[in-house]
């Protein structure tokens, strides 16, 4: 199953054109919203399919950085769980905790996040450039979050890239 994400995640790229979510969101015809009425501690975001249009909420009170993650999250939903959305009609995919692997649909949307966000080559080649640098710091250089590079380190591991990755897989970082 990784691997097929990790070819829907080029695809999708390749079809896009880009590693931009808020990009690939209109160009997979998506509607996106963002709600004011949720804490910065309360809901990220959902998805859901109303007939046939395909909707994403993101909550407004979060930073830029973090709206950017939860719209690439919510790709991956949208993406890899569409038949699941269609068969419940009215049922959303609410994101609480972002970068959960406890559930195998926030699993596959992480996973989907880490693959979109961050390339391979990239990533070996920031990597290799900064080999003073530990985990946190190739992450700050990124400007993405820990457990978003974690989830990336893993997929190149199981895939057969030879990468450690320091730290397990973090559920509940950007989370209550």
């Not at 829907?8 to 896009?16: L, N, P, Q």
């Not at 709206?67 to 609410?94: D, F």
């Not at 949307?109 to 080559?121: C, I, K, P, Q």
């Amino acid at each position: 199953m990784d691997d097929y994400i990790f070819r829907e995640t080029e695809r999708i790229c390749a079809k896009c054109g880009t590693r931009n979510p808020f990009v690939a969101l209109e160009k997979i015809g998506a509607v996106v919203r963002y709600a004011q009425n949720f804490g910065v501690n309360g809901l990220k975001g959902f998805c859901t399919i109303q007939h046939r249009t395909k909707y994403v909420v993101i909550n407004g009170k979060l930073s830029a950085p973090e709206q950017k993650i939860v719209a690439g999250h919510e790709v991956g939903h949208l993406i890899l769980h569409e038949a699941t959305i269609l068969e419940s009609p009215g049922q959303t995919l609410k994101d609480f905790n972002l970068y959960s692997d406890s559930g195998r649909t926030e699993y596959q949307a992480n996973l989907f996040l880490a693959n979109f966000m961050l390339e391979d080559d990239a990533l070996l080649e920031c990597i290799q450039d900064n080999e003073h640098l530990d985990y946190f710091g190739i992450s700050a250089m990124l400007y993405v979050p820990p457990p978003l590079l974690g989830f990336k380190l893993f997929s190149m591991a199981r895939r057969g890239y030879d990468v450690r990755i320091p730290v397990g897989l973090d559920s509940k970082f950007l989370g209550k």
